[in-house]
């Protein structure tokens, strides 16, 4: 027998299982979560996307410090970069979020049962000595890093993205293989602080899976900052020696092998999910071929009372689309009915400047054989973004040739991750184009560069 009964327990407290612990509170069931680490929050608080994000605005003031206040009439001397305190700037931000959710689990009620769960039964989560029973248990453990063959993450000289996020100094070089969102944001932080970075990716693109314009036009934005790429290419071998890295890579199609050393590598090929130690298949929960746990409609597996959601299954691995999950599984689990449109899940690269993406690209249009009109208005023609330097990139939106209905939106410019939003907000109603473009946009914003796209979509933009 348990020595405590529960109607939920969520193993996991990353942004799926610590706000579907919440919701599920909220809502009127008992809710525990389990979670092993010494502080709440999983990968995303504590070693992804939060600290990451710290270090990229850091990392974009000393650039913006460095090279850009004379052009706008600020004359101080050569910034220098004082990495313990940048360091501290990030663990003070970490800290206060982790502590946010500790508080906020204390306010609904949530239990967080400390140590690493296991499920022995349809209804019952083993953490450390003790067994604790619930109607439903939730898997929202989350994704790890995924390594290469013949090359050992150390994370001091070959290191994965939380091992890039602990560098004692900065590096005078660094290869980054993978050129994806992980890979780019890392590389971007330290080269602007002053590494010389070089990206290997095995595509003959980076971003894969991303608008074809935007990232062809944020490679050229992150070349022109001195970052290097390699496409096309594979890496062989990576062997951490007293000083630096060799690598060896050739062409992905096959070829000529090269040579390169650097102080530092940086793996970043990519995550898979966390599955390892749940018990799952003890108790016959059903995994696909990628290691995810197969779920239904209803975020069920296929043993009774146990669900999953966040980066444990399919879907792109993002910590809001894990949030909208647990929420819309909190409230199903209540007797609700939620709800959520997979189509419409933003996903943004925070690198300077941001590039965002909602709903279908062109690419994808095509393959589909829908007809459709495309809006697309630069910043250059934006007054805000002139005002700011900020004038690299534009907003592109696609919308059906015979509705108008908008199918997607994608954006390389300065705080496309904010801009995005408004688009998501008509598309998730079933707007147009038109319904964007006649909304009434204040001046001078950047948001007006979103107006100018949508019509260019239906019409044409007024301002170019």
Sequence with gaps: MSDQNYDVIVIGSGPGGYVCAIKCAQLGLKTACVEGRESLGGTCLNIGCIPSKALLHASERFDESAHHFKDLGIDIPAPKVNLKNMMAHKKSVIDANTQGIEFLFKKNKVEWLKGWGKITSEDTVQVGKESYTAKNIIVATGSDVVSLPNIDIDEKKIVSSTGALELAKVPKSMVVIGGGVIGLEMGAVWSRLGAKVTVVEFLDRILPGMDTDCAKGM????????????????????????????????????????????????????????????GLADVGVELNERGQIVTGECFETNVDGI??????????????????EGV???????????HIDYNLIPGVVYTH???????????Q?????????????????????????ATEGFVKILADKTTDKILGCHILGPEAGNLIHEVAAVMEFGGSAEDLARTCHAHPTLAEVVKEAAMDAFDKPLHM
């Design 328 to 338: 819309v599984l909190a409230e199903m689990l209540a007797g609700q009915s939620g």
């Design 307 to 324: 669900y999953a959601i966040g980066d444990v299954i399919a879907g792109p691995m993002l910590a809001h689309k894990a949030e909208d």
């Design 219 to 278: 490679q050229k934005i992150l070349e022109k900052k001195g970052i290097e790429f390699k496409l096309s290419t594979k890496v062989t071998s990576a062997k951490a020696g007293k000083s630096d890295v060799a690598l060896e890579f050739e062409p992905a199609s096959g070829g000529k092998a090269e040579k390169l050393k650097a102080d530092i590598v940086l793996v970043a090929v990519g995550r898979k999910a966390y599955t390892d130690n749940l």
């Design 353 to 363: 400047p941001e590039v965002a993406s909602i709903g279908k690209t062109e690419e």
């Design 365 to 389: 249009l095509k393959e589909e054989g829908t007809a459709y009109n495309v809006g697309k208005f630069p910043f250059m023609a934006n007054g805000r973004a002139r005002a700011m330097q």
